[in-house]
């Protein structure tokens, strides 16, 4: 394991939410380095994670309260709100069906809490999730990977992931199999056939600011 104390605090953010008895499952790049290598992606400074499971709005709260309370802090990134970038709240941001929390602290996390599965003529049944109130829509994944999950073992420890992996990993990138190639996982305006915006002056998504 190339990031030890990155697993520690993998292990103690799942711990969190299964206090509040709400599973969070490996996504994205996070899920394509330990499946296909068996650890973290080299580089990577994230870990991807989703929650399916709706709960309701003080919970939310409250795990991004114990997170915080645990010495997670809050990432330095803003989504657009209304045409207007505004900066990430400390903990949960969102409200009682889909949002996002942002934190670090020997690692970045940014785990989506996706709402029910809505239709998507591209999709068919989908799950969106919106960072916050107002907020353009920031990624979505269809419903089939998360109705029945597996699970990975990575250092004698079990998490939850997508299924089939495989069909999830070829929907999320262009070529996962081949590590020099490896892209990121489209945002919702990408996957529905728009066109990515780099300029946060003409209404982009998200501003990751390091």
Request: glycine residues 4%.
């Given at each position: 394991m190339r990031n030890t104390l990155a697993f520690e605090d993998l292990k103690l953010v799942r711990r969190v939410f299964e206090k509040y008895d709400t599973p969070v499952i490996l996504v994205y790049g996070t899920l394509l380095g330990f499946y296909r290598d068996k650890d973290f992606l080299p580089g990577d400074d994230d870990i991807d994670l989703a929650v399916i499971k709706q709960i309701d709005f003080e919970t939310r709260k409250k795990i991004g309260w114990q997170l915080y309370d645990l010495g997670f802090s809050n990432q330095q990134i803003m989504f657009?709100?209304?045409?207007?970038m505004e900066p990430a709240e400390i903990g949960y941001n969102g409200d009682e069906k889909t949002g996002i929390i942002c934190c670090q602290r020997n690692i970045k996390f940014t785990i989506f809490f996706f709402g029910e599965a809505e239709d998507c003529k591209m999709h068919g049944k989908e799950h969106i999730c919106v960072p916050k109130r107002g907020a353009v829509n920031?990624?979505?994944?269809?419903?089939?990977?998360y109705e029945k999950l597996d699970t990975i073992k990575i250092n004698r420890e079990t998490f939850?992931?997508?299924?089939?992996?495989?069909?999830?990993?070829?929907?999320?990138?262009?070529?996962?199999?081949?590590?020099?190639?490896?892209?990121?996982?489209?945002?919702?305006?990408?996957?529905?056939?728009?066109?990515?915006?780099?300029?946060?002056?003409?209404?982009?998504?998200?501003a990751i600011f390091k």
């Open positions: 657009n709100v209304f045409g207007r920031l990624i979505s994944t269809p419903a089939r990977f939850l992931i997508p299924s089939p992996v495989e069909d999830y990993l070829s929907f999320s990138y262009k070529d996962w199999k081949d590590p020099l190639a490896r892209d990121h996982s489209p945002i919702y305006r990408e996957s529905h056939g728009g066109e990515m915006i780099e300029d946060v002056l003409k209404n982009n998504e998200v």
